[in-house]
T-cell receptor
Framework: RKEVEQDPGPFNVPEGATVAFNCTYSNSASQSFFWYRQDCRKEPKLLMSVYSSGNEDGRFTAQLNRASQYISLLIRDSKLSDSATYLCVVTSAGNNRKLIWGLGTSLAVNP | EAGVTQFPSHSVIEKGQTVTLRCDPISGHDNLYWYRRVMGKEIKFLLHFVKESKQDESGMPNNRFLAERTGGTYSTLKVQPAELEDSGVYFC????????????FGEGSRLTVL
């Protein structure tokens, strides 16, 4: 079983749509959780950290359910510029510095 | 402020040859990481430097890979001899604050081994 699992998609949505991505992780001792964004042939960039209480940044909302080992990302009012791959990332247990990556979920927002 | 820079952006070599990838982290960042993405697979951790010391090299695939960070500034990753399965994108990242999880990545060095 993969340490971090994501639906690879692709998700094709119209502008203005709401889209949700899910991610599960296998190690219950994982400590920190993140969503990174990667544009085609570019480097990954941090989108947002994910906290147990849930957190929001503009049109983006991230949720963490430790009991279910489940992380989500909700994008409201999708823009064309949101088209990218969204990577679910957790830190390895006992080591806050090693990032464990999901395969990524591809999103295409269409006009 | 300059970001993380990597060189070369793309390298095409034949099996058995040697390639050296270079990473210049953001100035002042003590933590430097190497990650690799093989096509169709997840990004995988290779190793972590704190200044010039190897903090964790558990992700290095085998002894054909050698990473150095002399002087605690730039780092090199040498693959010798290269094999077909080494093809992929090698990302370098740096951070000054270890526990935030925000790594600043370079654009990657794409390695193609023929």
């Amino acid at each position: 079983r993969k340490e971090v699992e994501q639906d690879p998609g692709p998700f094709n949505v119209p502008e203005g749509a709401t889209v949700a991505f899910n991610c599960t992780y296998s190690n219950s001792a994982s400590q920190s959780f993140f969503w990174y964004r990667q544009d085609c042939r570019k480097e990954p960039k941090l989108l947002m950290s994910v906290y147990s209480s849930g957190n929001e940044d503009g049109r983006f909302t991230a949720q963490l359910n430790r009991a279910s080992q489940y992380i989500s990302l909700l994008i409201r009012d999708s823009k064309l510029s949101d088209s990218a791959t969204y990577l679910c990332v957790v830190t390895s247990a006992g080591n806050n510095r090693k990032l464990i990556w999901g395969l990524g979920t591809s999103l295409a927002v269409n006009p | 402020e300059a970001g993380v820079t990597q060189f070369p952006s793309h390298s095409v070599i034949e099996k058995g040859q040697t390639v050296t990838l270079r990473c210049d982290p953001i100035s002042g960042h003590d933590n430097l990481y190497w990650y690799r993405r093989v096509m169709g697979k997840e990004i995988k951790f290779l190793l972590h430097f704190v200044k010039e010391s190897k903090q964790d090299e558990s992700g290095m695939p085998n002894n054909r890979f050698l990473a150095e960070r002399t002087g605690g500034t730039y780092s090199t990753l040498k693959v010798q001899p290269a094999e077909l399965e080494d093809s992929g994108v090698y990302f370098c990242a740096s951070t000054g604050t270890v526990n935030t999880g925000e790594l600043f990545f370079g654009e990657g060095s794409r390695l193609t081994v023929l």
